[in-house]
């Protein structure tokens, strides 16, 4: 006679512990942070909308908000998204060769369709306080800690004096850039951002150095 294992044992056999929740999936971030983009160049920020986004995609509207609370956070993390890599600073023992670069490639990202995003963003955080706070924190904030490090190696290879203003110094180098980018007075040119970084880091090199150059 046949014996039955037990149903306890058939019901248990190969069960894990299920996780709680769905998991996140990578490949529907990726694409919302390019619907995103893209809907943003096409229509502009009054007219985007998280549906829009969601439908664009092929996700749903919970999944966007899953990561993102807001579509300020949204379109920064985008744009950021789309930018970090190319603007991370190297380290190649000069502070001026350091910024210069990394400022030449600010000005080629400005210049180009991201440029127009970055605009749109600009443009409605003068009205929409959710944007240029999610600006500042998600994509200014990681760039200026880089640019701290970058200038503080600078003091410690005594190419910059000790007690410069950080903050100071950075907005005398980006705001010039920034400047250009939303006024069109000027060209953004690597000379300019050459002649630029000359003309501050000079500035805040070490008084010494400073006073040798003008007595020679």
Same mark, same amino acid.
Request: with cysteine; charged share 30%; hydrophobic share 40%.
């Given at each position: 006679?046949?014996?039955?294992?037990?149903?306890?044992?058939?019901?248990? =056999?190969? +069960?894990?512990?299920?996780?709680?929740?769905?998991?996140?999936?990578? #490949?529907?971030?990726?694409?919302?942070?390019?619907? &995103?983009?893209? *809907?943003?160049?096409?229509?502009?920020?009054?007219?985007?909308?998280?549906?829009?986004?969601?439908?664009? =995609?092929?996700?749903? !509207?919970? &999944?966007?908000? %899953?990561?993102?609370?807001?579509?300020?956070?949204?379109?920064?993390?985008?744009?950021?998204?789309? &930018?970090? %890599?190319?603007?991370?600073?190297?380290?190649?023992?000069?502070?001026?060769?350091?910024?210069?670069? #990394?400022?030449? #490639?600010?000005?080629?990202?400005? $210049?180009?369709?991201?440029? %127009?995003?970055?605009?749109?963003?600009? =443009?409605?955080?003068?009205?929409? +306080?959710?944007?240029?706070?999610?600006?500042?924190? $998600?994509?200014? $904030?990681?760039?200026?800690? @880089?640019?701290?490090?970058?200038?503080?190696?600078?003091?410690? %290879? /005594?190419? *910059?004096?000790?007690?410069?203003?950080?903050?100071?110094?950075?907005?005398?180098?980006? /705001?010039?850039?920034?400047?250009?980018?939303?006024?069109?007075?000027? @060209?953004? &040119?690597?000379?300019?951002?050459?002649?630029?970084?000359? *003309?501050?880091? /000079?500035?805040?090199?070490?008084?010494? !150095?400073? +006073?040798?150059?003008?007595?020679?």
């Amino acid at each position: 006679m046949r014996q039955k294992s037990p149903a306890h044992g058939k019901r248990g =056999a190969g +069960r894990g512990k299920r996780s709680p929740g769905r998991p996140r999936s990578e #490949q529907a971030r990726v694409a919302i942070l390019r619907s &995103t983009l893209k *809907l943003l160049a096409k229509n502009g920020f009054p007219d985007l909308t998280i549906e829009a986004i969601a439908a664009h =995609a092929s996700v749903g !509207k919970a &999944t966007v908000y %899953r990561w993102w609370p807001n579509k300020a956070a949204l379109i920064t993390d985008a744009f950021a998204t789309s &930018t970090t %890599r190319k603007l991370h600073f190297p380290d190649t023992g000069s502070v001026r060769t350091d910024m210069s670069q #990394q400022m030449r #490639q600010v000005i080629k990202i400005f $210049r180009s369709r991201r440029g %127009r995003i970055l605009s749109a963003i600009l =443009a409605a955080g003068q009205s929409d +306080r959710e944007v240029i706070a999610a600006f500042r924190d $998600r994509f200014m $904030r990681p760039r200026r800690q @880089e640019a701290y490090a970058t200038v503080r190696r600078g003091i410690a %290879r /005594g190419e *910059l004096r000790k007690g410069v203003d950080l903050d100071l110094l950075l907005d005398s180098l980006y /705001g010039p850039i920034y400047m250009r980018f939303l006024i069109r007075h000027d @060209e953004l &040119t690597p000379d300019f951002v050459d002649n630029l970084c000359e *003309l501050v880091l /000079g500035g805040a090199g070490p008084l010494q !150095k400073r +006073r040798a150059r003008g007595s020679t």
